[in-house]
């Protein structure tokens, strides 16, 4: 059996590494090790607990408030080590974290064949998101296998002469992960009585570096004009816990009633809630594929986004984070009957049918089964 190290140390990461890590566990061609770096804690404890998931290295990277500095060079030395022990024969990473580009550069160093899951997302901005874009550009130049979601994404590698035999168009594994939680359709009791009935519910989350001060401040001021002008609605916040996001949420919507301010949601309970709300206003990554799922709009609060997909299917409007422009754009959303909402809710979503961790299992196996055969 080949041994697969998977690593992951955000949420995100563990959320869609989870449908990989399963297919892995039940192939009779892998033994899957799993590598928890910690860069978050309480968010990751959540996910691994949520999907039952074990680490088999759990190391602890996380401090309060880091820098990409403070991750980067403790993450690299006790890399070393895992794989060290370890010894594995592939190592699979997923996204554009620090925790993705430091284990896929261990790797290297290492000389260990790295496959990229979510390879070719890229909005050509270095900066926008920061760190995100170059973290994912560098994998690119590292991997040997590129698991692209989507023919645009493949197309981004093409163009940066990744070859062609090493391009796999799979989907995203999120849509995996989003179907099979959907299906259980499971929400703890506390996030089911939480909401009242007559109110549109619109889910919020921000999180992303380069949103940090004024930008996070002209978000928070357009939800309070909004509340005020739709007394109808209901915000529903589940605030991340980087320092540089909650401080700021605290001092300026903790007195808006229009706006429920949430610690971090479970998977489960968030996949719950994404069904009821009318729409999503966000920074997020995963979000932008998720909300699609259930036919929910999405307005970006970014200036770019690497997944153009949902934006050019009309599922998705990128609105910045000028004040005046997001409060104009979520008004809008406002009234379900209204042509724009329904036009942005009949959409499919782009990233996926939830076969993506299959597909990557199966091109894993049939890699590895040929080198052994062309070995004999
Ligand atoms: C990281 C990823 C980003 C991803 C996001 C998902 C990088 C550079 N960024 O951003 O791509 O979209 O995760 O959420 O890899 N914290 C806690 N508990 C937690 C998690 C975070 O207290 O469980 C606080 C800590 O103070 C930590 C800070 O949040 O220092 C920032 O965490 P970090 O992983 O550096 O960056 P994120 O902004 O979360
Ligand atoms: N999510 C969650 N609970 C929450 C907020 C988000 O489970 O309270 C999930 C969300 O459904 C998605 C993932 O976390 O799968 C997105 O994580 P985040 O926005 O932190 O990171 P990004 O996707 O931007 O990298």
């Given amino acids: 059996m080949k041994k697969i190290l998977v690593t992951y140390g955000t949420r995100p990461e563990l959320i869609k590494m989870a449908p990989v890590i399963k297919k892995l566990g039940e192939s009779l061609s892998f033994n899957p090790i799993t590598c928890s770096t910690g860069q978050h804690r309480d968010l990751l404890d959540q996910v691994a607990s949520f999907f039952g998931i074990q680490h088999d290295f759990s190391l602890n990277v996380m401090k309060s408030n880091q820098d990409l500095f403070d ?30 580009f430091v284990s896929a550069l261990s790797a290297f160093y290492s000389k260990i064949p790295v496959g990229h899951i979510e ?16 973290n994912r550009a560098l994998i690119s130049k590292i991997a040997s296998f590129h698991f692209a979601p989507t023919s645009k994404a493949a197309d981004n590698l093409r163009k940066e002469g990744i070859s062609e035999q090493l391009i796999y168009q799979v989907g995203n594994t ?32 921000a999180h992303r570096r380069e949103n940090f001060g004024e930008p996070l401040r002209n978000i928070f ?24 996001v909650k ?83 979520m008004s809008k959303l406002v009234d379900p009957l209204s042509l724009q909402y329904q036009s942005m809710a009949r959409v499919r979503n782009p990233f996926g049918d939830g076969t993506a961790a299959r597909k ?17």
């Fill in 71 to 100: 991750i980067t060079e403790r993450l690299l030395g006790e890399m070393r080590e895992v794989l060290k022990e370890s010894k594995p024969d592939l190592v699979l990473v997923q996204g554009d974290t620090t925790t993705a």
């Fill in 119 to 134: 390879a070719g997302l890229r909005t050509w901005d270095p900066y926008s998101p920061f760190p995100e874009e170059m």
């Fill in 174 to 205: 999120g849509v995996d992960a989003i179907l099979e939680v959907a299906k259980r359709g499971k929400a703890t009791p506390f996030i089911a009585q939480l909401f009242p009935p007559e109110k549109k519910l619109i889910l919020l989350t």
């Fill in 221 to 244: 001021k357009a939800v309070k004009k909004l509340c005020k002008q739709h007394p109808d609605v209901q915000v529903i916040y589940p605030v991340h816990p980087n320092p540089n």
């Fill in 247 to 329: 401080a700021v949420a605290n001092e300026m919507l903790a007195d808006c009633a229009g706006v429920t301010m949430l610690e971090p949601l479970e998977f489960g309970d968030l996949v719950w809630l994404l069904e009821k709300v009318q729409f999503v206003v966000t920074d997020s990554g995963g979000l932008q594929e998720e909300a699609p799922t259930f036919g929910k709009p999405v307005l970006v609060l970014r200036e770019s986004t690497e997944r153009p997909e949902a934006v050019e299917a009309g599922a998705a409007r990128l609105v910045g984070t000028d004040s005046e422009k997001i409060s104009a754009e």
């Fill in 360 to 376: 990557i299992i199966s091109i894993l196996e049939q890699h590895f089964n040929q080198s052994v055969a062309e070995a004999a």
